[in-house]
C-alpha cells in the first residue's frame, strides 16, 4: 500500500481533461467570481456594539477615567485590553485583536485644567468601515457632555458650547471608509469556499452516480493516488479565480494592496486545501452530486453570514461568534484584509492561521477515514 | 489437480447486507484456461459475487484463493492481475477512446504505456475514431472498448458482469468468438449472463438463486443433475391444453415454445400418471431431453420455495 507517483499523476492528468471538456463547470469557475463581485460590491451596514478597545492611558487622572467609563457606558465600546505604549497598540490594532484603541495623552489633565483643550486619540480599524461608523459617531457625541459632572466649582467655566478636550479619530487601514475594500478582499475567500467545497463535492460523487467508481476501484489504484489526483487540478482552479478577484480588486475597485501578494498567495494554499478538504469529506458522505451540491450550501451560508464578510464579525451575538471562529473563512477573511489593507507580515497572520491548519487536519483526517476502498 | 492448479478456488464465501444474506457459502473452482458461465435471476447475487472476487466488497466469510493469491487478504496484489468488466459501462463518457485506455494503463502501470495504447486501439479496430469520445459509442463498441481496456494490463483473470446486455446479436457473436480465443490462449473466464445460448458456449456453468449455488458442471451435467422429465406437445388447442395442465399434481413448467409446448416435472412417473388422461388424440406428445433453461427454471421455483 505505497503510494504511487505514476498512478497519482494518471488521475491528475484524467481530471484536467475532464474539466476541460465540462463548460459547465469552467463556466461556473469564472462566472461565479464575476457575478459576485457585480452582487456584493455595495456595502452591507449594519450598528455592531460593544467593540473590542485597548485603551492606553498615559495619563490616569479622574478625568481620564471619566471618560474612559463614559465609552464603556456607551456601550459601543468594551475595554478589552489596556496597553502600555504606542507601540502595543499598533500590534493589537493589526493583528485585529481589537477594534478601537484610545490614547490618553500624558498631559490630558493638566491641559485640560488650563482650558488648552487636549487631544483624545481614537484608532479605528477601518478595514470593515461598518462596523466602526456608529461608534465613532457616538464617541464623538460623547465628548459634549461627558466632563460636565467632573468640571464644577471653578472649572465650571470650561464647561460650554465646545466641548473641553479635542477628539482625533484617525481611520486606520481604510480613511476613506470606502466599503469595497473591506468587500472586495473579501470576495475572495466567499468565492474560494463557495467554489472549492462544491467542485470536489462533485468530482468524487460523480465517479459514484456514473459508476466509474466501481471500474477505479477495482484498478490497483489507492485512495490517496486518487484524492490528491484530484485535489491538484481545483487547486490551480483556485488561484485562477484568486488572481481574476485580486485584477479586478486593482483595476475596477482600486482596492489598495499594502501587504505582499505573493505572502498572501503563499497562505490562500492552506484555504483552499481546507475547503478541498471540505469537498472531499461531503463527497464520502452524500450519495448523489445532488446531495453533495446541497451539503456545499450547508457549509457555505453560516460562512457567508457568520465570517465576517456580510456582517460585523463583532456586531454579531457571542454564540454566533463561537461558530465564525470555527469556519476557515473568517480566519481567511482576516489573513486577506490584513495583509491587502493593513499590510500585515506572517507574523501578524499566524493567529489565523492555527485556525486554518487545526480545521484542514480534521476534515482531511474524517475524508481519508470515510473514503471507501470498497463498495461495502 | 491440486489446489493451487485452479484460477479460481474459493469455499464458503458470504456475504451478508444487513440481516440480508446475499451469498450464502458459495463454493467454486474453475482451471486457467476455462469460461465458467455464472447464472442466477436478477438480484442473485452474482455481481456480489463477482465483487468480492476483485477487493470491491468485503466478504463476510469465505476462504480461498484467486490466481495462488488469498482472496481475502491479498485483494491489491489480485487487482493486478485481474480485470473486471462491470455490468454497466464504467469508463469516462467525457475521455476519448484512447484517453480511456491510456488512462487504465497508468492505473496499471502497463510497461511501454503507448505501443500498448496503441496496439489495444487496432485490435479494437478503433485507431481511426480514437479521438471519439467514448460518451458518443452505439452499445456495441461501448462494450468493445470495456473489454479492451479490461485487457489492457494482460491479466490472468476476467471476470465479467453480463457483457453483451444491450448488445446485437452479431456483435455479441463475435465478442464471444474473441471470448474463445482469449481462452485458448489460456485467460480464465468468469461470465455472469442471463442468455442461455451463451450459457451453453461455457465450458462449465453454475447457477447461483438466492445466494446459494444450486447447480455446478458441464452443461450435460447441470441438465442431469437438475433431473428434470420434459414432453414436448404439438398439434391443436395448445393454449387450451396449457390451461388444463397448469396446477396438476407433478406438472411444474408448461412452457409455450412457438408451435410447440414443453411440459416438464422432476417427478416422471406423477408427471405421466397426471398427464395421461390429457394425452389425446388432437396432440402429439413426445418426451425431450430437458433443455438448460427448463432446468434453470425449475431450479429457480424450488430455490424460491426454499429460500424466500
Keep these: ?376 | 489437480m491440486s489446489a493451487s492448479d485452479f484460477a479460481i478456488d474459493v469455499r464458503g464465501v458470504t456475504k451478508k447486507f444487513g440481516a440480508r444474506t446475499v451469498v450464502n457459502d458459495i463454493a467454486m473452482q474453475v482451471r486457467p484456461g476455462e469460461i465458467y458461465g455464472f447464472l442466477g435471476p436478477n438480484g442473485s447475487g452474482k455481481t456480489t459475487f463477482l465483487r468480492m472476487l476483485c477487493g470491491l466488497l468485503t466478504p463476510d466469510g469465505g476462504s480461498g484463493q484467486c490466481l495462488g493469491l488469498d482472496f481475502r487478504r491479498e485483494s491489491n496484489e489480485i487487482k493486478k492481475r485481474v480485470g473486471y468488466m462491470t455490468q454497466r459501462f464504467s469508463f469516462y463518457e467525457d475521455l476519448s477512446i484512447e484517453e480511456n485506455l491510456d488512462f487504465i494503463a497508468r492505473l496499471y502501470e502497463v510497461p511501454q504505456r503507448k505501443i500498448a495504447v496503441q496496439k489495444s486501439l487496432e485490435r479494437l479496430g478503433m485507431v481511426e475514431r480514437r479521438k471519439q469520445l467514448a460518451g458518443t459509442l452505439s452499445g456495441g463498441w461501448k462494450q468493445r472498448l470495456a473489454l479492451a481496456a479490461c485487457l489492457i494490463h494482460e491479466p490472468q483473470l476476467l471476470l465479467l458482469d453480463e457483457p453483451t446486455a444491450g448488445v446485437d446479436p452479431k456483435a455479441r457473436r463475435d465478442f464471444w468468438e474473441e471470448i474463445h480465443k482469449l481462452a485458448a490462449a489460456g485467460l480464465t473466464f468468469l461470465i455472469t449472463t442471463h442468455y442461455m445460448d451463451e450459457a451453453s458456449r461455457c465450458h462449465r456453468l453454475g447457477y447461483i438463486a438466492y445466494g446459494n449455488l444450486l447447480a455446478h458442471g458441464t452443461v450435460a451435467e447441470v441438465v442431469k443433475a437438475g433431473g428434470l422429465t420434459t414432453w414436448e406437445v404439438s398439434g391443436e388447442n395448445l393454449p387450451a391444453l396449457a390451461e388444463k395442465l397448469r396446477g396438476l399434481p407433478g406438472v411444474e413448467q408448461v412452457v409455450a415454445f412457438g408451435t410447440t409446448l414443453h411440459v416438464s416435472g422432476r417427478d416422471a412417473e406423477k408427471l405421466r400418471a397426471n398427464a395421461a388422461p390429457l394425452m389425446t388424440d388432437g396432440q402429439h406428445w413426445t418426451k425431450i431431453e430437458s433443455g438448460l433453461e427448463d432446468v434453470f427454471i425449475s431450479l429457480m421455483e424450488t430455490a424460491k420455495d426454499n429460500f424466500s
Design chain 1, 1 to 376: 500500500m505505497s503510494f504511487n507517483f505514476h498512478r497519482f499523476w494518471a488521475v491528475v492528468v484524467k481530471e484536467f481533461i475532464q474539466m476541460r471538456r465540462d463548460r459547465l463547470t469552467f463556466g461556473m469557475m469564472v462566472g461565479i467570481p464575476i457575478i459576485q463581485l457585480i452582487l456584493f460590491g455595495f456595502a452591507i451596514n449594519s450598528n455592531p456594539k460593544h467593540l473590542p478597545t485597548a485603551i492606553y492611558a498615559a495619563d490616569n487622572s479622574p478625568f481620564a477615567r471619566t471618560v474612559i467609563w463614559a465609552l464603556h457606558n456607551s456601550s459601543y465600546f468594551d475595554l478589552t485590553r489596556e496597553a502600555h505604549s504606542a507601540a502595543e497598540i499598533k500590534t493589537m490594532l493589526a493583528e485585529g485583536e481589537v477594534q478601537f484603541a484610545i490614547t490618553v495623552p500624558v498631559d490630558f489633565s493638566r491641559k485640560l485644567l488650563r482650558g488648552e483643550k487636549p487631544d483624545l486619540l481614537l484608532e479605528a480599524d477601518a478595514t470593515d468601515p461598518s462596523a466602526v461608523g456608529f461608534a465613532t459617531a457616538a464617541i464623538n457625541q460623547l465628548t459634549f457632555s461627558v466632563l460636565d459632572r467632573d468640571l464644577i466649582g471653578p472649572l465650571a467655566k470650561l464647561r460650554g458650547s465646545s466641548p473641553p478636550f479635542n477628539l482625533v479619530t484617525h481611520q486606520l487601514y481604510n480613511p476613506e471608509s470606502i466599503s469595497q475594500y473591506n468587500i472586495v478582499p473579501g470576495l475572495m475567500g466567499v468565492m474560494l469556499t463557495m467554489t472549492m467545497v462544491m467542485i470536489t463535492g462533485l468530482a468524487i460523487t460523480r465517479e459514484r452516480e456514473r459508476g466509474t467508481m466501481e471500474n477505479l476501484l477495482s484498478t490497483p489504484v489507492h485512495p490517496g493516488e486518487v484524492l490528491l489526483g484530484k485535489i491538484v487540478p481545483y487547486i490551480t482552479i483556485g488561484y485562477v479565480q484568486i488572481t481574476l478577484i485580486l485584477v479586478a480588486a486593482k483595476l475596477v475597485f482600486s482596492v489598495p494592496m499594502v501587504g505582499s501578494v505573493p505572502l498572501l498567495l503563499a497562505l490562500a494554499l492552506m484555504f483552499i486545501l481546507a475547503n478541498l478538504a471540505v469537498g472531499i469529506t461531503f463527497s464520502t458522505i452524500a450519495k448523489n452530486q445532488l446531495q453533495a451540491v446541497q451539503m456545499a450550501f450547508f457549509f457555505f451560508l453560516p460562512s457567508l453570514l457568520l465570517s465576517g464578510y456580510m456582517f460585523p464579525f463583532r456586531g454579531m451575538p457571542d454564540w454566533a461568534q463561537n461558530i465564525g471562529e470555527c469556519l476557515p473563512l473568517t480566519h481567511f477573511l482576516r489573513v486577506v484584509r490584513g495583509i491587502l489593507l493593513k499590510g500585515n507580515g506572517m507574523a501578524e497572520c499566524a493567529p489565523d492561521l492555527w485556525p486554518i491548519a487545526l480545521f484542514l487536519l480534521v476534515m482531511l483526517t474524517i475524508g481519508i477515514k470515510r473514503y471507501r476502498q470498497t463498495l461495502d
